[in-house]
Structure formats: C-alpha cells, structure tokens
C-alpha cells in the first residue's frame, strides 16, 4: 500500500537514510555502554556502574523509536551488527578501557550521536517533518546532557 503522509517517497528516503545514521549511532552507544556498565572496576565502581545502567537503559527505549519512524516513513530499518558498523561514527574499543577512560569515550560517543542527529534533523526540518524533528530534537538533548554531565566528571 501506498504512503500518503504528505513527505514524498524520494524525501522519505532521505530522513530515513539520516535517520538509519542515527540508530547506527544510538545502537552503537547502547552497546558501548552496556560493556562498560558489566566491565567498569575501580573507586568509582557504584556510581559508574549506576549512571552506565540510567544510560543504556535509556537508549533502549531510544532505539526502538528511532527504528520504528524509520519503518513509519516505508523504509527498513537496519537491524545487524554489520549495517550498525558502516553506518556508526562510534568505533568499538579494543579490550576494556579504565574507569576514566571509559567516561571520556562515552563523552566523545554521545556527542557524536549529538551531531548525526543534528545533521538528519536538516533533511527532516526541510520536509517539515515534525515527527521526525521532534524525536531528534529529544535525542540531542539527551546525549548533549549525558556528554555534559560526563565531561563534569573529568573536571
């Protein structure tokens, strides 16, 4: 059956493509997060282990809605370790950082899902698709917070 929302099918390919970067993103983070919440060690072990927990918990939540807009706008979404991969900005880490150096890589990862969004909210503003811009409006104020609150922590 045919899409009829008022966004052309060439322009729902578009947001979807921004938005498929997004959820590679998004995943990508979830992933990493959840690693480091199961591997964190050291004085900061409760609160870490804590505050990766709130995060990831999150991003799961997160990811189903951006995969679930992709299919509104009649495209698939990924849903593979290999399409997450080409897609992501976020590189995987080798072995398991320290304590710090995992609040400094989630620091980097959640900006880096700051900056896809804004970039697949352009495509998404231009088709004026709210629904769209309001699910990536809410995920950039979600990762630019958490990277603050990260970024504090190694002040």
Same mark, same amino acid.
């Not at 072995?95 to 900006?111: F, T, Y």
């Not at 698709?129 to 811009?133: I, K, S, V």
């Given at each position: ?15 979807? =493509?921004?938005?498929? =970067? ?5 995943y ?16 900061? %072990?409760q609160?870490?282990?804590?505050? %990766?927990?709130?995060?990831y ?18 495209m ?7 399409? %997450? =991969? ?6 995987e ?10 609040? /400094? ?9 700051? /900056?896809t969004?804004?970039?697949? %909210? ?6 004026n698709?709210?629904? #769209?811009?309001d699910?990536? #409006? ?6 630019? =917070?958490?990277?603050?609150?990260l970024?504090?922590?190694l002040?």
């Open positions: 059956m045919n899409i009829d929302i008022g966004i052309e099918k060439s322009t729902r390919n578009e947001i979807a =493509k921004g938005l498929s =970067k997004v959820l590679a993103d998004s990508t983070l979830y992933l990493k997060t959840h690693n480091y919440h199961w591997n964190v060690t050291g004085p900061m %072990f609160t870490l282990h804590n505050m %990766f927990e709130e995060q918990t999150e991003m799961a939540v997160a990811v189903d809605d951006i995969a679930e807009r992709i299919r509104q706008l009649g698939p979404a990924p849903g593979t370790f290999k399409e %997450f =991969k080409a897609l992501s900005a976020i590189k880490d080798d072995g398991v950082p320290k304590a710090m150096d995992m609040i /400094r890589n989630l620091c980097e990862a959640n900006e880096a899902v700051a /900056r969004s804004r970039e697949a %909210f352009s495509t998404a503003e231009a088709a698709d709210q629904p #769209t811009c699910l990536l #409006t809410q995920r950039m104020q979600v990762h630019e =917070k958490t990277a603050w609150m970024r504090s922590m002040e």
